[in-house]
């Protein structure tokens, strides 16, 4: 913006550190250094729900096999219509509920699209609608995981326990670690809410804006994921 | 160097520790295990004993800080001046009402749910933090703006999250209530519907220039939909999938879809 | 970042008024222990893991001599099978996650910053946090000696037998919460110190100019970024089976308890590597200063690292040859590991082609060193026979591992620290360490640990299997134990020779009056020689600008007129005076301590109950914002004093 | 700030932070939010046709790896970041933790597969 005075731009470093001078005020690539940062934690989060998901599939299969070859271990753990369903389709798909969980998709699906207007306004210094497009994330955030709480009550009443067998444990996992991301996340937008609304969130600190976007649409992102690989493909 | 602000809070702290082990003891633990914390043998009540453990614990904590934190801190000058100057008068506060709500809550508590037990407990326990520190930070110096930051920058750590949560928790519960409340489809569609009213609405008022109140009004408008909702749903319980009784539902639905058209055509 | 900048100082001295968003204020002027409990200071906060590391190698070590007190006759019954258990458990997990890890990280602390010219890391807060909470970890799993047993399914508690079922003491449980919190700080630190090597770099520090050291600890922070989660991963399972009834290594439910093995030596593997590789960097600092060359082809060291860093991924199923992963894993697991022995083999290449035609000085330092070379070479020998499956097949679970890992760890990675203590100890210090001690404690150590070790090669081939508590006269194993057992005191008397010599060589010092050892004892090479010995607070007066590799020995001697090499300066002409006025440095904070005691908390709340999780997560949360708002007393801390450790806003 | 001076100073300068004028504008924003539900609405009618095996597997992988990136690259701003001096470091970082989890997962997947 018109806030980047001539002689910055002229200053950073564009090869390794050649004109670097002095401490932290400009850095080595001549990008931020939280930026960085985050994109590193992010990169670690990628291998966190890779063993995650790899975990659900593994523990899915042989939940699978199991139940079709009858092991009493297993079907004692689940009600008679679920284990028949199971056995009927070959898949745990008659478990789910796609429409609501397509419905949950959509919703933080635009979760991701508000959080983007909202670094765009702080950008633009435009407060009201930085606080507007917070408040809309976050809530629409709550209602993703509503919709989650709904869910697992759902699968809960079905007879589906955590404790019970490997599916329970792994889809409960899986989902639920989302859902703690996705909480975090909100807890975080609220935060710079409250920042917001006090004055203290300017345009100075759009980048920390920018860093909990990050976040979310990671959050976001792995969501694209679980619902294909875990909702969608049986 | 132990000004009495974090007096009061080391004295806070051994009191519930000592009322932990006197709690612990009294409702059946041993000596040993009371002091081992729970290790060697029993306790007594885990509850009421880990919550005075607890609460002794975080005293102490605060008192720490404040020794460390908040009493190197006093200015010296307006230290002295407290003396000279009357005690501004406090600004209006809520919280002996919410602490009045909690005592409620705790004697409902007793006699009909331990949930409200528990919430009657949670909520006195926030207003004695949020008193003694008023309290404190009141006679810090004589300066109430000044007084009003010491407050900001003891409590700023504690509301933020805590305001956070609740707000997450509030609409997380009221409007899975609601879902829970009704059959799948009618679920998927609130659900939906509801979002899009959120996203549509904000598109709306990023365009417009929609003035304060009405955009405050919307916001209470939803805030009171989802609780109301909520409360409602969990008042009807969960939906039986299995029988054919939609009439709670779609009572939840009508009065969900009424409240907020008005809204958005009033945008 | 900030591009709007605010004066740093007025002429005056005072600051501009500024409102903090709110929370405490910053610990000022701190002295003493407060002072080493809030210090943001890289140099404190690597001496900090230093001596934690050594703390716990002291752990470590007893446990060590106990199982081989155990070990040294037949049918000896000083340790119960199940304490027996409980302690070689504890000894792996000790050595491997407080000891070496953190040794690693400690020089990593110390000297990244100074190698790379910078005044700090990029996020000191959570620098010292990384420390804490890897300390308030380790502290928590060495807690469980007193609270009802260690650990006692080996360092890698194999599934099922972690579970609930098979393991119902909460050794494991302390385990596994312990490595969880301690997980957390080498995942925070990997995030600190990789931004800081890409992002801090002085002026004309390129990355090809970078010290070989560097460079191999930003590799082994890459592996640390992405192995961690993995284990993390595999310890969430294990605490949800354990602690709320999950059944992801339940076999009665169909559960496959080799995902554990995978994701353990997903982790376990990349594990190895970073273990070894900062004291490659170390002694690939070490052998140029000494033998008066440059590193053998630098780019190939490099190269090799992140080669190794690369493959280190593709390998890890060579650990499960014989849990029945089927034959096509073997095969292609059995070939990657040969090939990952290519760029290990190009290192040891390199320091040997170092060292060829140098004159060498044969310090305790450079003995060390060659120590590494020669002793991790026979282990990387005896590790390509794990390769070939059919051989792995015979040696797996028996001495012969046991004695390959202990030959590329001790004889690798600590002979390594030991070059980088005696090395940089004037340095860190002010001091140099007796060199006649130093020597005495270098021979000692490859006595002792050749007689420990060498043997437990014969034993593994007879058939000795490991994790065994005894065995019968009958056996044949009487000899070669005894030995290895004497080999073991031999090895713990003379590593304690380092204190020894700590000490010793600080009265010499003090009672000499202290003199200043110069900035440049050793005439080395990098940059962080340019500076007092002991590095002053500030690190640099002026941040460096770097024009060749080994710039400072570039500034010391140049070519003369007729190409022969000539010393134009000494180190102590060309360094800085250690005036830091005007330098601005980021203020210490209470939070970082408060955050990582937090963890704990909930840790044991876990175990013990939930009830006590409740005041740990409060504790967590408002030290989390705590931290978030706290205002930065120092306007420099701006620009590279917070983190997006997720909750954290820049408190400006 | 204009689209012309969006180009020209992309490359002038490389302060990633406050550097807006490289992110996309809210036109770009709102397209990719349509065509991400649209890609979404495909998904979920694709998974009622009845398909089953790679017909049914394939096409949903490569929806969900085309909105993955859609998301990495203009919501998270990778495909403009990157596109500022160094800025492919984000890139980089983060790419090779996602090449590297699903060729490590893949691996362990199969490993169970040929497992005796």
């Known amino acids: 913006m018109t806030a980047i005075p001539v002689e910055d731009a002229v200053e950073v470093a564009d090869d390794h550190g050649s004109d670097h001078h002095d401490d932290g005020h400009h850095t080595s690539l001549g990008l931020s250094n939280m930026k960085l940062a985050m994109w590193l934690f992010l990169g670690s989060e990628c291998l966190l729900f890779g063993a995650l998901i790899s975990t659900y599939l593994l523990s899915k299969a042989r939940f699978l096999t199991e139940v079709l070859a009858g092991n009493p271990e297993v079907l004692g753990t689940l009600p008679a219509n679920l284990i028949e369903e199971f056995q009927a389709e070959g898949s745990v798909e008659p478990l789910f509920d796609i429409p609501f969980t397509s419905a949950s998709s959509f919703i933080l699906l635009m979760s991701s699209v508000t959080m983007v207007f909202a670094h765009q306004a702080i950008s633009k210094n435009d407060q009201r609608n930085t606080r507007l497009w917070l408040a809309t994330t976050a809530a629409l955030g709550s209602v993703f995981i509503a919709g989650q709480v709904y869910e697992f009550t759902t699968f809960y009443n079905e007879g589906l326990r955590f404790d019970g067998n490997l599916l329970g444990s792994a889809l409960y996992t899986l989902t639920g670690f989302h859902g703690v991301h996705v909480t975090v996340g909100i807890i975080m937008l609220l935060s710079l809410l409250v920042l917001a609304f006090r004055g203290k969130l300017n345009q100075d600190r759009a980048e920390t804006l920018e860093l909990v976007g990050l976040y979310w649409h990671f959050v976001d992102v792995v969501w694209v994921l679980i619902f294909t690989i875990v909702y969608l493909i049986p | ?267 | 970042m900030a591009v709007i900048e605010e004066p740093l100082a007025l002429p005056s001295g005072t600051t501009k008024a500024r409102r903090p968003l709110g929370a405490f204020s910053r610990p000022r002027n701190a002295t003493g222990l407060v002072d080493w409990l809030t210090t943001v200071d890289h140099k404190k906060i690597g001496i900090m893991y230093g001596m934690a590391a050594m703390f716990f190698f002291i752990i470590g070590g007893v446990a060590a001599l106990l199982i081989r007190l155990q070990l040294a006759a037949p049918n000896s019954t000083i340790l119960s099978a199940d304490t027996y258990n409980r302690v070689f458990t504890m000894h792996g997990t000790i050595m491997v996650f407080l000891v070496v890890m953190p040794i690693g990280a400690a020089f990593a602390n110390y000297l990244l910053p100074l190698q790379i010219g910078a005044r700090d890391v990029a996020f000191p807060r959570i620098n010292a946090f990384s420390f804490w909470v890897f300390l308030a970890g380790g502290l928590m799993l060495n807690s469980s000696w007193f609270l009802g047993g260690g650990a006692n399914g080996g360092w890698f508690n194999y599934a099922p037998n972690n579970g609930a079922a098979f393991s119902p003491s909460t050794g494991i449980d302390f385990w596994n919460l312990g490595l969880f919190i301690a997980g957390i700080g080498s995942l925070s630190g990997a995030v600190n110190l990789i931004t800081t090597v890409l992002n801090m770099r002085a002026p004309g520090m390129t990355l090809m100019r970078m010290p070989v050291f560097v460079w191999m600890t930003l590799v082994t922070q890459f592996l640390l970024l992405f192995a961690i989660p993995v284990l993390t991963a595999a310890q969430l399972l294990l605490l949800l089976d354990r602690q709320f009834g999950a059944n992801f290594f339940n076999v009665t439910q169909g559960a496959d308890p080799l995902l554990w093995q995978h994701l353990f030596w997903i982790f376990g593997h990349p594990e190895v590597y970073l273990m070894i590789l900062p004291a490659f960097g170390i002694v690939s600092e070490v052998i140029p200063t000494f033998s008066r060359k440059p590193i053998f082809g630098y780019p190939f060291m490099v190269f090799s690292g992140i080669a190794i860093g690369f493959m280190g991924w593709g390998v890890w199923a060579h650990h499960m040859f014989v849990s029945g992963i089927g034959p096509l894993s073997v095969t292609a697991f059995s070939v990657a590991t040969m090939f990952i022995a290519v760029p290990t083999g190009v290192k040891i290449l390199n320091w040997l082609a170092t060292m060829w035609g140098g004159k060498l000085i044969l310090n305790t330092a450079m003995l060390f060193s060659i120590g590494l070379v020669t002793q991790f070479t026979i282990g990387g020998l005896s590790g390509v026979t794990h390769a070939v499956a059919p051989s792995d097949t015979q040696q797996t679970d028996t001495y012969y591992i046991v004695a390959h890992f202990h030959y590329v760890l001790f004889g690798g990675a600590l002979f390594g620290f030991f070059a980088g203590l005696y090395f940089w100890w004037p340095k860190i210090f002010g001091y140099k360490l007796n060199e006649k001690i130093g020597k005495w404690n270098f021979w000692g150590m490859v006595l002792g640990f050749n007689l420990t070790f060498g043997p437990m090669h014969i034993l593994g081939l007879q058939g000795m299997a490991r994790r065994m508590q005894t065995y019968d006269v009958s056996m044949g194993f009487n000899l070669w134990n005894l030995v290895s057992t004497i080999g073991s005191f031999i090895l713990g008397v003379t590593t304690l020779l380092l204190f020894v010599n700590a000490w010793k060589s600080y009265s010499e010092w003090k009672a000499a009056g202290r003199p200043n050892v110069g900035a440049d004892p050793w005439d080395a090479r990098t940059i962080e020689w340019s500076i007092q010995s002991p590095a002053p607070e500030h690190n640099f007066d002026v941040t460096p600008t770097v024009s060749d590799l080994d710039d400072f020995w570039h500034q010391k001697y140049a070519e003369d007129d007729e190409g022969k090499l000539r010393q134009v300066a000494t180190g102590d002409e060309l360094a800085q005076p250690g005036n830091g006025e005007g330098v601005h440095l980021p203020a210490p904070s209470y939070w970082p301590i408060v955050l990582a005691f937090s963890l704990p908390i909930v840790g044991y709340g876990l175990i013990y109950s939930l009830w006590f999780c409740i005041p740990g997560t409060l504790l967590t949360i408002i030290s989390i914002y705590g931290w978030a708002l706290e205002p930065a007393d120092d306007l420099d801390i701006d620009d590279h004093g917070h983190g997006p450790d997720q909750e954290m806003e820049p408190a400006v | 700030m204009t689209d012309s001076i969006t180009l020209d100073s992309t490359d002038t300068h490389g302060h990633s932070d406050h550097d807006d004028h490289a992110h996309p504008t809210e036109k770009q924003y709102w397209i990719v939010f349509v065509i991400l539900a649209v890609i979404t609405a495909v998904e979920i009618a694709w998974s009622y046709m009845g398909l089953e095996g790679p017909a049914l597997v394939v096409p949903l992988i490569i929806m969900m790896v085309v909105k993955f990136l859609m998301i990495a690259g203009v919501f998270m701003h990778l495909s403009f970041d990157s596109k500022m001096p160094n800025g492919r470091t984000f890139y980089l970082c983060f790419g090779a933790a996602m090449v590297l989890a699903i060729l490590v997962f893949l691996v362990v997947l199969a490993a169970f597969e040929f497992q005796i």
Do not use: Q
């Open chain 2, 1 to 267: 160097m132990f000004a009495w602000g974090s007096k009061y809070f080391f004295a806070l702290s051994i009191t519930a520790l000592l009322g932990a082990m006197i709690y612990g003891i009294a409702s059946g633990g041993d000596i040993v295990g009371v002091i081992s914390s729970g290790y060697k043998g029993g306790v007594g009540d885990h509850f009421g004993y880990a919550l005075l453990l607890g609460a002794g614990l975080l005293s102490a904590c605060l008192g720490l800080l404040n020794v460390l934190v908040r009493e190197a801190d006093i200015d010296p000058d307006n230290e002295t001046s407290t003396a000279l100057t009357i005690a501004p008068p406090r600004d209006p506060s809520f919280w002996g009402v919410l602490g009045a709500f909690g005592v409620a809550c705790m004697a409902l508590g007793l006699s009909i749910s331990s949930a409200f037990l528990y919430l009657g407990i949670a909520v006195i326990a926030v207003v004695a933090l949020e008193w003694l520190v008023l309290a404190w930070s009141d006679r810090a110096t004589g300066d109430a703006d000044s007084n009003r930051i010491i407050r900001n920058r003891l409590l700023g750590p504690f509301e933020v999250p805590m305001f956070s949560m609740l707000a997450i928790a509030a609409g997380v519960v009221g409007a899975s209530r609601v879902l829970l409340a009704v059959s799948h489809t009618a679920a998927t569609v609130i659900a939906s519907l509801f979002a899009a009213l959120i996203f549509f609405a904000a598109v709306f008022i990023a365009k417009s220039n929609a003035s304060r109140s009405v955009v405050a009004g919307f916001v209470s408008i939803m805030a009171i939909a989802v609780l109301g909702g909520g409360i409602a749903g969990a008042v009807a319980g969960e939906y039986e999938h299995h029988e054919e009784d939609g009439h709670a539902e779609s009572g939840d639905k009508e009065a969900e879809s009424s409240t907020e058209e008005p809204v958005s055509e009033e945008n």
